[in-house]
């Protein structure tokens, strides 16, 4: 199964990390690609951009005890687990672990670049709350 990882630091403190990853309707802020989500049950479906009429519900589970948001694609199989980790200076380490199903493997690249653009904006918008 292809897997790769990704991770960034932010001045943001975990908390404020958490409030923008924990809460669906604020993914379109940060996750890249993807224009609206919609709160289902027991997840979230979002709709990529320029694919209105194609929804991808996800399972999202949250964990707060290890600060860990996992989305889990209920079209393609991809799993997207979040991980976010205190730093010594109050800041946030933001982790991203991504495993993709051997039937979707032609979406490494892209999915790298969509993440690694995420992850990075994730980071910010924390930082601006």
């Not at 908390?15 to 690609?33: A, F, H, Q």
């Not at 479906?45 to 009429?53: N, S, V």
């Not at 800041?91 to 493997?105: F, N």
Request: net charge negative; charged share 25%.
């Amino acid at each position: 199964m292809p897997a790769f990882s990704d991770s960034a630091i932010t001045a943001a403190p975990p908390e404020e990390v958490w409030k923008v990853l924990y809460d669906p309707t604020r993914i379109p802020e940060w996750w890249s690609g993807i224009a609206t989500a919609e709160l289902g049950d027991g997840g979230v479906t979002i709709y990529a951009d320029g694919y209105p009429d194609f929804p991808m519900p996800q399972l999202m589970t949250t964990s707060p005890d290890d600060r860990t948001v996992r989305f889990s694609c209920q079209v393609s199989d991809l799993d997207i687990a979040w991980r976010l980790a205190p730093c010594d200076d109050g800041g946030t380490d933001i982790s991203v672990d991504v495993k993709i199903p051997e039937h979707e493997a032609h979406r490494l690249e892209d999915q790298r670049a969509e993440v690694a653009a995420s992850i990075r904006k994730l980071a910010e918008v924390a930082c601006r709350t």
